[in-house]
């Protein structure tokens, strides 16, 4: 993301029950369900996921595609510490609308092992932003074009500045950055921040753009229920 963050263009360039984070407005750190999105050796890709699932990563459909499935992972960092743990994936879905453009610039990754690291982050498909609203955006981006700083998962303020029902714009102080793809834009509803929509492109400096939920309510909706129906998909690889 840049500024505050850290974040840049993006798409350029158990039976235990089921929780969400308990992350509200008041605290909006990064101990969040953010990941890293990598090949088979750990490398990151150039781009960030939000764990919405015990077994669903929420990235860009730009992304990863033309990548089998089996040959991305991605890579948890504890919220308390320790080594990053790397989960295998098993499959991937995208949005059947995604044309691409910023729109529909979705796909939702299937995990072979539910992290037991982060809690997913919830993501209500019903929100509805407005220009001038605060969001926080989270990634692993770098904070400049130039800079080699990726990898580290950095977190700041910006400001709705386009709203459409298709896609959120901001303007910052912070923006995404190379490394940010799929970022989500955190937004607070009734005091706990959700996921609203996910980073899709941007110029690190002026802007950051990407697909909101909302606009493609029945693709998650049901892929959501579909992946955790597929649960026990079998272990993760190595």
Do not use: K, N
């Amino acid at each position: 993301l840049s500024a505050a963050l850290g974040m840049a263009a993006c798409g350029e360039p158990s039976a235990a029950p089921v929780r969400s984070s308990a992350l509200t407005a008041a605290d909006s750190s990064p101990r969040v369900a953010v990941v890293v999105i990598a090949d088979e050796t750990g490398r990151m890709l150039g781009g960030t996921g939000t764990l919405v699932g015990p077994h669903a990563v929420l990235t860009t459909a730009t992304l990863i595609a033309g990548i089998p499935p089996t040959a991305l992972r991605v890579v948890v960092t504890p919220m308390f510490g320790g080594p990053d743990v790397r989960y295998g994936v098993v499959d991937a879905y995208f949005d059947p609308e995604f044309a691409g453009a910023d729109a529909h610039d979705l796909a939702l990754l299937r995990l072979g092992t539910a992290p037991t690291e982060a809690l997913p982050l919830p993501t209500p498909t019903g929100v509805v932003g407005a220009r001038g609203e605060s969001v926080i955006l989270v990634g692993f981006g770098r904070t400049t074009v130039g800079a080699s700083d990726d990898g580290v998962r950095r977190e700041g303020a910006s400001t709705l500045s386009i709203v459409t029902a298709e896609t959120w714009q901001v303007s910052g102080p912070a923006l995404a950055c190379i490394g940010d793809s799929g970022a989500p834009m955190l937004i607070d509803e009734a005091g706990v921040l959700v996921v609203g929509a996910i980073v899709s492109r941007g110029d690190c400096s002026t802007y950051s753009v990407g697909p909101t939920l909302s606009a493609s309510a029945a693709f998650i909706d049901e892929t959501l229920a579909e992946i955790e129906a597929a649960s026990d998909a079998g272990p993760r690889p190595d």
